[in-house]
C-alpha cells in the first residue's frame, strides 16, 4: 500500500472533519494551525484546500481565506433544480436501459441505506443513496450527464450532510427508505411516468426539509 502523501492526508483530515460536522459551516480554515498540527509546509495544505474548494466543501476568498462553505438558501434551491433535470434527463434516456442486473445493484445499494440508518451514520447514508441514483444515470449512457449527475449529487450531500443530520423526527429518513422502494418496484413493472413524479416528489421534499434545517441551524461559532 502506497503511503499517504501531506496533501492527502490533510485533504481527508479536513474533509472528515467537515463531514463529520467538527467544523461548522463558515468557519475560517487557518493554514498556520493545520500546518502546525500536521507539521508541514504550507504547499500542500494549500493544495489539499484547493481540492476541498472544487468538491463544494470549501469557498476560497481572496485575500481573507478558506472557509467552509455556507449555502444560502436560494444556492440549495438552485442545485436541487438542477438535479430534478438531471434526473428527468437520466429517467427519460435510461429507463427502458434498467435490466435485472440494475435492479439487482439498486436492492444491494438500498439494503445499505438500510443498513447505514440503522447505525445513524448519515455519511454512508447518503453515499448509498448518490450511488442508487446514479445507477439511474449511468443507464443513460450519456458521460455528460453522469459527470454532471455526480457533480450535483456530491454538492447536495455535502448540504446535507452540514444540516440535515439523523436527530429530530425519523419518520422523514424511513420515508426516504420506502420511496426507493416504491422505485425499484416501478422499475420493476416499467412504470417510467410514476418512477419520474415520484423522484420529482422526494426531491421536493427533501429540498424543503433542508431548508427547514439550515433555518433551525445553530453554527458552533454562536455557541462560545
Do not use: C, W
Not at 35 to 55: D, F, G, H
Not at 70 to 77: A, K, N, Y
Request: no cysteine.
Amino acid at each position: 500500500m502506497r503511503k499517504e502523501t501531506v496533501e492527502q492526508r490533510v485533504y481527508h483530515l479536513i474533509k472528515n472533519a467537515i463531514l463529520n460536522r467538527q467544523i461548522a459551516p463558515g468557519n475560517q480554515l487557518f493554514e498556520s494551525a493545520i500546518a502546525q498540527k500536521v507539521n508541514a509546509s504550507r504547499t500542500p495544505i494549500r493544495s489539499a484546500i484547493m481540492k476541498l474548494e472544487s468538491e463544494g466543501l470549501v469557498n476560497v476568498i481572496p485575500n481573507k481565506g478558506a472557509f467552509i462553505v455556507q449555502p444560502t438558501i436560494e444556492e440549495m434551491v438552485q442545485a436541487f433544480e438542477m438535479r430534478k433535470t438531471l434526473e428527468e434527463m437520466a429517467i427519460k434516456t435510461g429507463f427502458s436501459n434498467l435490466g435485472t442486473e440494475e435492479v439487482k445493484e439498486l436492492k444491494q445499494l438500498l439494503n445499505e441505506m438500510k443498513s447505514a440508518y440503522k447505525e445513524r451514520s448519515i455519511v454512508p447514508y447518503q453515499e448509498k443513496n448518490n450511488e442508487f441514483h446514479l445507477v439511474i444515470a449511468k443507464a443513460s449512457g450519456n458521460s455528460y450527464l453522469i459527470q454532471f449527475m455526480k457533480k450535483i449529487l456530491s454538492q447536495i450531500t455535502t448540504y446535507m450532510v452540514l444540516y440535515d443530520v439523523f436527530n429530530g423526527n425519523s419518520n422523514n429518513e424511513e420515508l426516504d427508505i420506502l420511496e426507493h422502494e416504491q422505485m425499484i418496484q416501478y422499475i420493476e413493472n416499467g412504470e417510467e411516468e410514476n418512477i419520474r413524479s415520484l423522484i420529482l416528489k422526494h426531491l421536493d421534499a427533501s429540498l424543503t426539509k433542508l431548508q427547514q434545517d439550515k433555518l433551525n441551524y445553530q453554527s458552533l461559532t454562536t455557541l462560545f
